[in-house]
């Protein structure tokens, strides 16, 4: 890639030798390249063969449908036909044109697209009381780390208290399996979002019953192309000309596709009995800064050369590195060999409720400087 775009030479990828032996694929394929050719390794595809029946006359709830996890979450599950999904987020614009995509792409499938905020006990309560799902896969979040260092009390209101909802009403009306879709950034969190997450996490933990409803956590790193994440920057910024940005030339992060992540939750949850932290195999973390070269790569022109590179110093909350597990959690296998389990150690379940109690006064009167002194009482490791 290099080579050919100090050259001004355009280039395409072959198939894999492997794909031409299997007859899955001829020499002559020839495709342009993609992002995820930037990951240094292959697509990834689960068996996911199971999944047609643990999909089979079930409702489905996906909350935060919209948004990038969860849109494709919404697709790979209404490929599965379930008896029902109810596709449940704020975002109007998003909704609306996720049911147009979907209509189209599995006309007479059974869907309803409900607009409504985790944070509302009410509407929460209304929709899953009528409709009964039997699964809740739960994307609905507030994700970006600046963003919710600058406005704790929202990361509070929608990540914590928005799963609690979720949570009490999915165990309240019996649904058999609860999904919550987490982050690397929950591990040895040093931001509010992360330490947000890692309480969803504990929530899940802490409802879990052998006889009620299932609760389980999906823990996984970046995921290529998401709305507002670093790929999507890239790309407007080589496409206005430069600079592209990055925050220091030393930042490394866990990436996977959007369609390998949603599939990677799917099977996970499709093996939870219950009380699970699964982690996702990310590979090996990439540079940012290489990310961005190779980006420009992609489109036939020289980094340093016809665009230009600036760093722009780490952000509030912002780590150079990311790891999936936190020094105290061990992985453990499991059947599908991308897919880890461990066991939550962040901190003491028995400080969750009192500390609950506090962010929930905390967010009530607005004490942004408050929620962050009752966050590191429970997750010591939060920056000040």
Known sequence: MRECSEAKVAFRIVPRVKEIIEGKAQVSTLRKPRVEDLLGR??????????????????VMITGAAGSIGSELSRQVAAYSPKLIIFFDWWENGLCELQLELTKLFPGFK???????VQDKGKVESVVKKVKPNYIYHAAAYKHVPAMEDSPEEAVKNNVFGTLVMATAAKKYKVEKFVIVSTDKA?????????TKLITEAI???????????????????????????????????????????????????FMTIPEAAQLILKAASMGKGGELFVLDMGTPI???????????????????????????????????EK???SREKLLATREKRIFMTESLGFKMTKLSGVLRLLKSDVVTNKPLKIRRHLRELIPTLSK
């Open 42 to 59: 292959p697509v990834v595809k689960s068996d996911v063969s199971e999944l047609k029946d643990f999909f089979k006359g079930k409702t």
């Open 111 to 117: 869907a309803k697209f409900v607009i409504g905020n």
């Open 187 to 195: 591990a040895h969190p040093k931001n509010v979002m992360g330490a």
């Open 204 to 254: 899940g933990r802490k409802m879990n019953s052998k006889k009620g409803t299932k609760f389980m956590a999906v823990r996984f790193g970046n995921v290529l192309g998401s709305h507002g994440s670093v790929v999507p920057i890239f790309e407007r910024q080589i496409q206005e000309g430069g600079p592209l940005t990055v925050t220091d030339k030393r930042m490394t992060r866990y």
């Open 287 to 321: 540079k940012i800064i290489e990310l961005a070269e190779n980006m420009i790569r992609l489109h036939g022109i020289v980094p340093y050369k016809d665009i230009e590179i600036v760093f722009t110093g780490i952000r509030k909350g912002e780590k150079l590195h």
């Open 324 to 326: 999936l597990i936190n």
